[in-house]
């Protein structure tokens, strides 16, 4: 309900919040669609398959509803962990490309990118026959590209501060990158930059617990309870990444607050 409810009010948030380049708006939209298929389809059929200890399902049954889940997490896990990468390279390219930005990150090339992902995440479930090997190596991959791209953004950052602070003492009215605009630019990436821890420490231990299963051959209730403890986990960040935009990012929580007050008066 929260993973649903959460990402169907981003998604009608961000329609409404115009301060966002477009193509970036793009890639939240999809993270937040990516979260709500998981909220609709993915999370109900994960909690059929741990309620089967009681409900015992009909072997048929249970098979396809593991295969949906299987498919389904494979698909929106990868397609989450690409755009949250393609999110912090983004940033990076504002910063970095300046006033040719806009000519370079397009509406049309990240749309291009966009499908790249789900097809990828698509051909996956074709692979290996459900390997996961693959999945997170390109995780792992993910994780290393974003990091590497928020520390030369704060680098960056931190030079350009440095930079000005000392070109502008004295001198209110020089020319160049006012502070006020690094310090928001800043603010910026950093909220950005807790959607990126939040999926990181959601999807590690899943991660962790995937190769020392596959490394040991761990089997019997404990790594049951292990395994459906990491997969709780992972899906759980599909509920938080709504509570962190609204947390985090000012215009995302004001269009929330409006639509909510909006919805209420409706209703009443």
């Known amino acids: 309900m929260t993973a ?42 994960y909690a059929a398959i741990i309620l089967n200890i009681v409900t015992k399902m009909k072997w048929d049954i249970l098979y396809y509803v593991r295969e949906i889940r299987n498919v ?11 755009t949250s990468t393609a999110i912090s390279v983004d940033r990076l390219l504002a910063l970095f490309l300046g006033l040719r930005y806009r000519h370079v990150v397009t509406l049309r090339r990240v749309c291009v990118l966009i499908i790249c992902f789900w097809l990828t995440g698509i ?10 090997i693959l999945p ?7 994780v290393v590209i974003s990091i590497l791209s928020y520390t030369k953004i704060f680098f960056k950052l931190g030079q350009q501060q440095a930079q000005v602070q000392d070109g502008h003492q004295g001198q209110p009215n020089g020319e160049g990158i006012p502070l006020n605009i690094i310090g928001r630019y800043k603010k910026t990436v ?22 020392s299963i596959m490394i040991t051959g761990w089997s019997g209730m404990s790594a049951g309870i292990v395994w459906i403890s990491v997969g709780t986990l992972l899906y759980l960040n599909s509920s938080l990444n709504p509570i962190l935009y609204c947390w985090k990012i000012k215009e995302v929580r004001q269009a929330v607050k409006d639509t909510v007050r909006k919805f209420c008066c409706s209703s009443s």
Do not use: E, W
């Open 190 to 211: 950093s909220s950005i930059a807790y959607v990126q821890l939040a999926l990181v420490a959601c999807y590690v231990p899943f991660a962790i617990s995937v190769v």
């Open 136 to 142: 997170v190596s390109l995780g792992a991959l993910s």
């Open 72 to 82: 389904s997490s494979v698909v929106l896990c990868t397609v989450s962990i690409f």
């Open 4 to 45: 649903s409810l959460g990402n169907a009010l981003i998604l009608i948030a961000l329609h409404k919040v115009t301060s966002v380049h477009p193509p970036t708006k793009l890639l939240f939209r999809c993270l937040a669609v990516t979260d709500l298929c998981v909220g609709l389809l993915t999370q109900p059929f």
């Open 123 to 132: 051909s996956i479930v074709f692979m290996n026959n459900f390997s996961v």
